[in-house]
């Protein structure tokens, strides 16, 4: 968009130009150095100003052409990550993108270990009526790294809820 008042780095020769690929999904922000601030103010605010699809040809074709000694400083690009993520994935290498998936079971897997310990959690706390420490006992089991079930872990659960029922420590019992 030719605005250099959005850098005040720049001088008159550069101009900073931002793109937005896709709607919202990347934008990528670029100074070109070495282009002349008359010229480029010309084609960037003039009443023929390209549009931000059309200004990469144009870049390529007559400033590159024009003025080879000037210099594309890239200053920032943005992604939006619901809108890149398809695209970035399709970019990996087939390798990495294993790595990527296996990665992703594995934190899908640690999810539903942690979803069935909670559920586990609240069954045994409903069951007792003492459901109001259900957070506490959540955060309790991180502590001591309880993330998934099995018989051993099952009974340290219900230990420390037993604990905590048998300490008076669930006072926010409601009352008849």
């Known amino acids: 968009n030719g605005d250099e008042t959005d850098h005040p780095d720049l001088d008159g ?13 990347t934008i990528l922000t670029f100074f070109i150095r070495g282009w002349p601030e008359a010229e480029w103010k010309a084609v960037m605010e003039g009443e023929d100003a390209y549009a931000e699809h059309d200004i990469i040809p144009f870049l390529v074709e007559n400033v590159a052409v024009q003025y080879p ?4 400083e890239f200053k920032s690009i943005k992604f939006s990550a619901k809108k890149i993520h398809g695209a970035l994935k399709r970019l ?18 640690a999810r539903e270990d942690w979803q069935g ?7 045994n706390m409903r069951e007792r009526g003492i459901f109001d420490l259900f957070h506490w006992m959540a955060i309790e089991l991180v502590m001591i790294g309880i993330k998934k079930r099995s018989e051993f872990f099952d009974k340290v659960i219900e230990a420390l809820i037993a604990r905590c029922e048998r300490s008076g420590m669930l006072t926010m019992k409601p009352t008849k």
Do not use: T, Y
């Open 13 to 25: 020769d550069a101009c900073s130009i931002k793109i937005e690929f896709c709607p919202q999904s």
């Open 69 to 72: 000694e000037a210099i594309v």
């Open 92 to 109: 990996l290498p087939p390798k990495r993108k294993e790595q990527v998936r296996a990665d992703r079971e594995k934190r899908k897997i």
């Open 117 to 123: 310990v909670l559920q586990f959690v609240e069954s």
